[in-house]
């Protein structure tokens, strides 16, 4: 399997990880491109507020790593998989494209646990007309 395949059949509580490091990809990506912003028009003209967004910015990019952390140890992905989420969040734009990638892993994960629930749910004794 490679670094961008999906795994399938993934428990409820691997699809909730997925869906927590989904949840902070994208502001943790958007608080690093209005960082960058800040810094260039700090050096530039009067305006700083490098200070207030740097914070903002660790305080997200922390909780990505936390999460990170809980999805690599619920889901199993392999190093290179994780090696790829976490470069993700230090890339300007990776955290959308991480986004993508982790909504392709929780659907399929959501799709799986629904195949197998309906397979659980049927009865295994067929009546015979």
């Known amino acids: 399997m490679s670094i961008l395949e999906t795994p399938t059949g993934l428990p409820p509580k691997s699809v909730s990880a997925l869906?927590?490091?989904r949840l902070v990809s994208v502001p943790e990506a958007i608080s690093f491109l209005v960082l960058l912003g800040c810094s260039v028009l700090k050096r530039t003209t009067d305006f700083n507020a490098v200070p207030v967004m740097g914070a903002v910015h660790g305080v997200l990019f922390i909780l990505y790593l936390l999460f990170w952390a809980d999805a690599w140890n619920r889901v199993r992905w392999s190093?290179?998989?994780?090696a790829l989420l976490f470069?993700?969040?230090v890339l300007p734009f990776g955290g959308f494209f991480a986004d993508r990638v982790l909504r392709r892993e929780t659907e399929a994960g959501v799709i799986a646990a629904r195949a197998r629930k309906e397979?659980?749910?049927r009865p295994s004794n067929?009546?015979?007309?």
């Open 119 to 121: 397979a659980n749910a």
């Open 79 to 82: 190093v290179g998989r994780a």
């Open 126 to 129: 067929v009546e015979r007309r």
């Open 19 to 21: 869906r927590r490091l």
């Open 87 to 89: 470069v993700l969040a």
